[in-house]
C-alpha cells in the first residue's frame, strides 16, 4: 500500500479517533488536531492542539505542517459540535459556533489543505455530514443547516478542485455512539434508528468503509458525492 499524508479534525475521540488509528494501522503519516491533546501515542502520528474555528491557529497549522510533509493526500473534516434544541431555546452563540465549526471551519480547512494537495498522485477531500439533514429533524434546525451548507460545498468544490486531480465527498452516518449522540435523548435515537431500512447503531467501520473507498486511487472518478449510511427514507 502507498504510504499517504493524512490530516484528520476532530481527532482525539469518537470517529476522528477511529479514523486515525485506522489511517496508522495501513502505514499512512497521520496529522490530527482537537482542540485538546491526544492519548494517542504512534511514531507515525502527529497531534495539535488547535481551535478549527481559529483562524490564525490554523494557518499556524498548515505552516508547520508544510515544513514537515512534502505534501498532503488526504483531508478528513471530521471535526463538528451538535446541540438539540428549538430554534426558540437555541442561543445564538450556540448557533454561530454549530456554523463555525460545522462548515465554516471545513471550507478553511479545504482551502488551505489544496496548497499542499497540487503535489499528490491522489489529493481527497472527504467531509462528515449527517443524516440530521434529509430527515429534517426537529431540534436540529440549526445543526442540519451547518451540515447542509457543507454538502453544498462539497458538490461545489468537486467541481472546482477536479482540475487539480482532487476529489471532494461527503458521508453522512446513521447514528453512532459518541459524544454528539450522548446529549440526544435516547428515545428521540431509537425513533430515528427505527426509522432505517437498516435498524441498528451504526459503528466506526461502517464510515471508515466508506470514507476509505472515497480515498482510493481507484476512485478517481467519484466526487461530489454525499454517501448516508442506514437507508434513510
Known sequence: MERRCVLVTGATRGLGRALVEHCLSRGDAVVGCGRGPSSLSHDGYTHFECDVTDARAVTALFRDLKGRFA???????????????????????????????????????????????????????????SVAVPLRLEGEAVYAASKSALETFTRIAAREIAPFGVTCN??????????????????????????????????????????EFFLRRESAMVTGQVIYLGGIG
Open 71 to 129: 505534501r498532503l493526500d488526504v483531508l478528513i473534516n471530521n471535526a463538528g459540535v451538535a446541540s438539540m434544541n428549538p430554534i426558540a431555546l437555541t442561543p445564538i452563540e450556540a448557533a454561530r459556533r454549530m456554523i463555525e465549526t460545522n462548515f465554516v471551519a471545513a471550507f478553511n480547512f479545504t482551502r488551505e489543505a489544496l496548497r499542499l494537495m497540487r503535489s499528490s498522485p491522489a489529493g481527497r477531500v472527504v467531509n462528515l455530514t
Open 170 to 211: 461527503a458521508v453522512g452516518p446513521s447514528p453512532v455512539a459518541t459524544a454528539l449522540t450522548d446529549a440526544v435523548p435516547r428515545h428521540k435515537m431509537d425513533a430515528l434508528i427505527r426509522g432505517q431500512a437498516v435498524q441498528r447503531w451504526a459503528n466506526a467501520d461502517d464510515v471508515i468503509n466508506v470514507v
